[in-house]
């Protein structure tokens, strides 16, 4: 059955929580006596309805204090497909959590409270939606029952929703649906408050979605995590590589190359589940045995004899900055990137994006929390990346202090 990653957005009360909630009360994946506590909680908070923002707070703690603070899975499945979502939190500061929600997911839900129309935070997740090639944006605007289900409010907020898309450069599909998530208006069920609205719910539109498996059709990228070597009579010989197939697929027989050292083999046996097969897909925790006895350690990656990966030790990448303390060129890190942790150091910052105006300010000469802008990054020994664009999951990073070991950026590669 085909699964569709979706990751949330929204500010703060916008309904993001209710949305879900409501998402998985009208697909009737929650269970009964779930579904009685949120009522008696509801009743006991002098609410006049079911509160369905409580079935996706996992973290009671949390909830009291008003706020989000993790990425959260949440899981449903509707006869056509399952689906999980990235509950990502509406706060300015966890923009890195809302990267990593969003780049794990094929389609984004970006909230807009109809009351306040679009606010910097929109633009933030749709900047971060675009950058993180996302192919799928639906746009629901909530609260309609607090402007009184009004079309024109619905088509002003598309329309600026649209010019600001074209600005950013977003190259998706957009849709938009007018919402109550409270109620359930358009979120599963068709509303009979909005008949001007003749498109369908939200739910339609995501049984819609084609989930593309584009990871298994780009080039193979295999990142060593382990050498086994068991050393014992039965295998004195046997050297397997083990680790995820982050993209593309690997065949027995297939000629590839071990990266950094360009030695060439050919894939002698594949194993998935301690089963031998003929093919691996992209996603699947593998062992790989080669031919030949060449030299493969933690950290290496094995690849498409033909790849064209790149090994440099120098690229231009888009960064979104999350420490309190500014990020000034010159300034070093460790880089991980998959298993491999490198030294690294800022040796430019070319532009600064403004969320507000989509512009790119240059000679700004820092980054504060949660700017996102373009630096230039100088590895101490070479990596095999791939720019984001042609490769996702190989083409991005993260940034981590040397002394403090917080993760303070997370970046995509644009250019060599
Ligand atoms: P979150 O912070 O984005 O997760 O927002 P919540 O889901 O917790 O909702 C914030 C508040 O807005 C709650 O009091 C909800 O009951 C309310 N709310 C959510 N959706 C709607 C809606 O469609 N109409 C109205 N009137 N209130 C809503």
Redesign the pocket.
Known sequence: MDVLRIATA????????????RLLHDTKSITRDKLDAITVTSKRKG?D?T???LL?DGLIAEREQ???IDVANIYFSTPHRKYIIA?TP?HIEYTRNMITGTSHSQVSII?I?ARNGIIEQTKRHLFISSLLKVDTVFVCV?????VNFDEAVFLSIQKEFMVLAKKIGYEGTLHFVP?????G?NVVNDSERMDWYRGPSLLKLLEAVQVNSKEKSLSARFPVQYVIRPRNEDHHDFRGYAGRLKTGSLHTGEKVMVLPSLKESVIKTLMVSEKNVDTALAGESIVVELEDDVDVSRGDMIVEVSSGCNCGSSFTATLAWMEDQPLTSGKSFLLQHNVNLVKARLTALENVLDINTMEEKKEVGELKLNDIGKVVIKIAKPIFVDLYRDNPANGSFVLIDEYTNNTVAVGIIESF
Do not use: Y
Request: glycine share 14%; net charge negative; aromatic share 2%.
């Open positions: 929204g500010s703060v009360d916008d309904g993001k929580s209710t949305l879900i909630g609410l309805f509160d369905l923002s996706t008003g706020i989000t509950d509406g909230l409270d909530n609260k309609m029952d607090l919402v109550v998530a409270r109620d208006d």
